[in-house]
């Protein structure tokens, strides 16, 4: 194995790594599961930080072309190990994506940003160390908005920020010491591959009408009670407290991913489980979904007697997310921009929202059965289909291990603009009506 090259100056080191070690996963270079040298290995050989290095390996967890397994490192991927045919393949452009992991370009408050990411050039704010918990402006920022949004009332202390949710468990496992997490099913795939990676044990918990069944034999929980994706169930306050209750003894804990709380339809935002028990639930949230999948924050609120363990643990590491993103997402936030942005957001997403309503308003063999999420319908098809190259959609069995939802398919819309929605949902209903 060799993964010692030449930088360059003019390119963020952290992508340079992520791509160099791609091409040599791609290229067969590197072998499924071999392990990946130490973060202080590769650093030390590069003569870069060991949060450059973390920060390209978290990429790469991201996109799937490694895994790590707690305290014994990282490794190469199976899944990853393509042909030049297939990589060929995935680099083909996408002609619609359906799929609700990006959001269209024009929603991006481009000038806003570039102007404060520009002053903090200026200031030099990029080169202040960023202590494991991020900066304090933007823990601030976050604090700030949690109370006026969702009532939360947390301390700087208590709030991490960190390079996506998989980071931010690598991190808590150690904390809470759980074996056995009870997931929803169906739900987000990529928790259930966190916590294979990392050799825990998984219980699905089924959904009804009142959110996530509770199994009270796993020793934590991972869940989304204000919006359950994919499904979009809201849960209830009786299902809330049975969690509560579960939750007073000392050993279990509860995960709580505030999942679309920022979107909603026609609705409020429910007490979050983190206001009614302060010791035993983790506040955990991202910007992917109101700012875009490549800013690569995200951040948890840990209950007050964690505090002390994370700061024991974790006070020689440098933060994962770099400073210059850090200040400018504060100050986006801190002047109000955030706001206003979440406000255009919801006035496009009510656009694209009615323009799909009324299309399949008179189409026969297709039917919305959920309009609960925000950024997508619930859409049953007339059969199940091999969707082309240059089409990203997603069935509802994708997220469901028991499979039982063969001809739902998940129609987002958080990429398509709105002028070119007719035409993306006229090529949909074509390929599912082709005999």
Known sequence: MNLTFQL????????????HIKTEIINGNLKSDERLPSKRALAQSLNVSINTIYHAYMNLIDNQFIYSIEKKGYFVNTYKQKSKIEENKLKKEIR??????????????????????????NENLFFNYVGSKGIYELRMAIKNHLYQNRGINASIQQIVIGSGIEYLMQLLFPLINSFNFGIENPGFSKI???????NKKI???D????????????????ITPFNEFPLGIKMSMSRKKEILAWLSNDNKYCIEDDFDAEFRVGDSPTIPLFSQNSSNVIFISSFSRTIGPSLRISYMILPNNLVAKFDKMYHSYSNSVPAIDQYTLANFIALGHYQTHINKLKRVYKIRRKIIEEYFANKKDFTIISKSNYLHFLLS????????????IKYLNDYDVNKNNNNIVLLGYSNIKNNNLICALDCLTNLFLVK
């Open 207 to 222: 959904i009804d009408s009142n959110g996530a069944i509770l199994n009270k034999a796993v020793d934590a929980i991972y």
């Open 203 to 205: 219980t699905y918990l």
């Open 381 to 392: 098809v007339p059969k199940i289909i091999k969707i082309p190259d240059d089409i990203e």
């Open 192 to 198: 259930a591959t966190i916590l294979k990676n990392n």
């Open 96 to 121: 619609y994506d359906f799929t609700t992991k990006k959001m269209s370009d024009d929603l991006f408050p481009k000038m806003i940003w570039k102007k404060l990411y520009n002053n903090v050039l």
């Open 8 to 19: 360059d100056k003019n390119k963020p080191a952290y992508i340079q790594i992520y791509e």
